[in-house]
DNA sequence: CTGCATCCGCCTCGATACTG
DNA sequence: CAGTATCGAGGCGGATGCAG
């Protein structure tokens, strides 16, 4: 009943034992972005196949990288344990990789709004924040998150920022991810009103800098 | 012809289209520590099959991630681009995270010494190296590499130590391993005879503390 | 001898139907 | 809603064949 796996006493080929099964690493994906049921997982992975999802879950529940949370039946779900947790960096590593890898939206390919939020933790660049203090605010679809700054070290938030955001964003998930992926430029985006941008001008440049989508320096910030 | 791809536009699903099919990220693991001929994967790789090795050879090549190198049939082989190099830093991500999934070591796995060069890689943490400069050699079966730490800025590279290191651990693979995967301290592996150190006492703490195998804090480097 | 291509049995995958 | 059972199709693994 064990699986089948690579017989070699290395780090990498241990975690490919676990991780490297199709869809394994795109639920892991969906639950960096919170728990999830069941059915949350279903219709955020089409194709997978109801006793696939199943299986992986059981294994991945198995092998301690996730955990079913909320007991009370309202809320069954699940969850990553902390081992789980511990993908989110080489996770972001590969998204950001595969942004360079993505062409122009196919049209066949679906694009969900929460997966911006990942691509601005991939894109994120914390050695380009040295002296900005300010919050950028991102309305992609449904999904609301924001980039806040606090003394050089940025963080990558779901929700709305609590106060004036230096800048805000709206725009749809696949043109965002098209500018992740550097098919659309955002004044591309802008010119053909497919992108909507609030807020002090120099700011969306600091937030364009941070976000490695303009090269050189960004402008500085006012006191 | 084009074959089963997620259909998401995402960058991890992007990723994972190109590197996520079995086999895949373990050549380009081999690849990272130099380039191979294809005989040389097929060894490094049992199990793999000539077919596969060959299919994600090619597949890879004409996604940018490899492509051949030596055009002089004496040196004829694969090596990576520069698109595939990048896939390092997520890809000791993942490493790293697998030494923690690996139990003992069965016997039924193969450990390879250049693996062990990888785990050091995977391994090393750099904020750990502040106030630093020395050298530490490995002698892990046939390979040898050392990290150089200049100016608290460690660096893992093959080969020997041009010069004296300040400590040099010799042992086979898989008691290396054994080591990173927390299977084994250094301790017990140096009371049972399979692992050799010569050096400093207290340079050999640093190592430790810089590879994660120690905790709290090293011992102060001497001047 | 190295570097692949072909063939075949098997196991995983994907889709649908079904159960608690 | 949350899975389990089933089955056809296709990817994988091993052996073998063949060309440079």
Chains 1, 2 share one sequence.
Not at 18 to 38: D, F, H, K, Q
Request: proline letters at 5%.
């Amino acid at each position: 009943m064990t699986r089948r796996n690579y017989g070699q006493y290395c780090g990498l080929a241990a975690a490919l034992d676990v991780l490297g099964e199709r869809w394994t690493l795109l639920i892991i994906r969906e639950l960096l972005l919170g728990p999830r049921r069941y059915g949350e997982l279903l219709a955020e992975l089409p194709g997978i196949g109801t006793n696939l999802l199943a299986d992986r879950l059981k294994f991945l529940v198995e092998h301690g990288v996730l955990r079913r949370s909320g007991a009370t039946g309202s809320e069954r779900g699940y969850e990553l344990t902390e081992l789980g947790e511990q993908l989110k960096a080489p996770i972001l590593g590969l998204a950001r990789w595969g942004l360079t890898m993505l062409g122009a939206p196919s049209g066949e390919e679906l694009a969900r709004p929460h997966w911006g939020f990942l691509a601005v933790q991939a894109m994120l660049d914390p050695s380009r924040a040295a002296g900005i203090d300010e919050a950028y605010e991102f309305h992609v679809g449904e999904a609301d998150f924001h980039i806040s700054i606090k003394d050089g070290h940025p963080r990558a938030v779901e929700g709305k920022f609590a106060g004036t955001p230096a800048m805000r964003a709206t725009t749809d998930a696949a043109t965002f991810l098209e500018i992740g992926a550097k098919q659309l430029t955002p004044f591309e985006a802008l010119a053909t009103g497919r992108l909507l941008l609030e807020g002090d001008t120099s700011a969306t440049m600091r937030c364009c800098f941070l976000l490695g989508l303009a090269p050189g320096a960004a402008p500085e910030q006012a006191a």
